[in-house]
Nanobody, 119 residues
Framework: QVQLVESGGGLVQAGGSLRLSCAVS????????MGWYRQAPEKQRELVAA??????TYADSVKGRFTISSDNAKNTMDLQMNSLKPEDTAVYYC??????????????WGQGTQVIVSS
């Protein structure tokens, strides 16, 4: 069974930085893609950044401020968030699309970590 655990959320002032981390544990799978999503109160969950073996995608709202990185050997993924704005306040979720030994793909989510940016 695949598990995703996020860490690194917290409270920060506008203009500050936070680094989120996600660790993927389990066995018998390979990771096809990983990404970060966020959900603000009363809003739909949205993509923040995603990475595959060949591409990286960012939401327009975070381009130039956030950077996604991954360590494939360790099955970890980070999101460096700089120049944070109050509108970045949300619960951030780690997402991983994995493939098992039979070639079946499954999407997995972490439990979420809260980011609050004060003005």
């Amino acid at each position: 069974q695949v598990q995703l655990v996020e860490s690194g959320g917290g409270l920060v002032q506008a203009g500050g930085s936070l680094r989120l981390s996600c660790a993927v544990s389990g066995s018998g799978f390979s990771i096809n893609a990983m990404g970060w999503y966020r959900q603000a109160p009363e809003k739909q969950r949205e993509l923040v950044a995603a990475a595959t073996t060949s591409s990286i995608t960012y939401a327009d709202s975070v381009k130039g401020r956030f950077t996604i990185s991954s360590d494939n050997a360790k099955n970890t993924m980070d999101l460096q968030m700089n120049s944070l704005k109050p509108e970045d306040t949300a619960v951030y979720y780690c997402n991983a699309v994995v493939r098992d030994g039979r070639g079946r793909s499954k999407e997995n989510w972490g439990q979420g970590t809260q980011v609050i940016v004060s003005s």
